[in-house]
């Protein structure tokens, strides 16, 4: 299981995962923590971490990990408490017996832009080529603030050197 802040406390080397993802299928329950935290947060960015398991070259995405306690939250940056975010991936994967496993980033965009910003695009190129989070195409999922005071969820998957958008299903 990869560390949610990228560090082994173990020291055990896992796996390097490579998985192309056709479709992000995210849980009707896991969308709605997302918005849920997205709203809650604003004007600020908010954001956590994606779980979930593969199936037919489709991510499914069950639970998702919020910002934490000692989340720190700004109108154009978020920083996840690591620790905390640690614990409840451990918690998913020990519970599920290794199935649920770390996928990727969410974050909120409460200024209307859905697109990946360069920290995005930098921050899953790291986690890509990190062994301690044994992801080599790790999904970001964004939450988009719409102007009609709406959210909707946009879905991304570091493939090489770039963000390539993936569909995303909501069920």
């Known amino acids: 299981m990869p560390p949610a802040d990228g560090k082994y406390e173990s020291g055990r080397p896992e796996m390097t995962r490579e998985a192309m993802i056709n479709i992000v299928r995210v849980s009707a329950v896991a969308a709605d923590k997302i918005f849920q935290q997205a709203a809650a947060y604003l004007p600020s960015e908010t954001g956590g971490i994606l779980v979930g398991y593969e199936l037919d070259a489709n991510a499914i995405i069950t639970h998702i990990i919020s910002a934490g306690p000692s989340g720190q939250h700004a109108p154009g940056s978020f920083m996840r408490d690591g620790a905390y975010s640690q614990v409840e991936l ?5 519970n599920s017996e290794g199935e649920l496993n770390y996928w990727g980033e969410w974050h909120s965009h ?12 930098s921050s899953m190129a790291e986690i890509a080529m990190s062994q301690a989070y044994g992801l080599a195409t790790p999904i970001l999922v964004i939450c988009e603030r719409q102007q009609n005071r709406g959210w909707r969820l946009l879905a991304f998957q570091w493939c090489g050197d770039s963000l390539s958008p993936r569909e995303l299903v909501i069920e």
């Open 90 to 94: 451990e918690k998913l994967y020990d």
């Open 110 to 121: 409460p200024r209307t832009f859905p697109l990946p910003s360069n920290v995005d695009r």
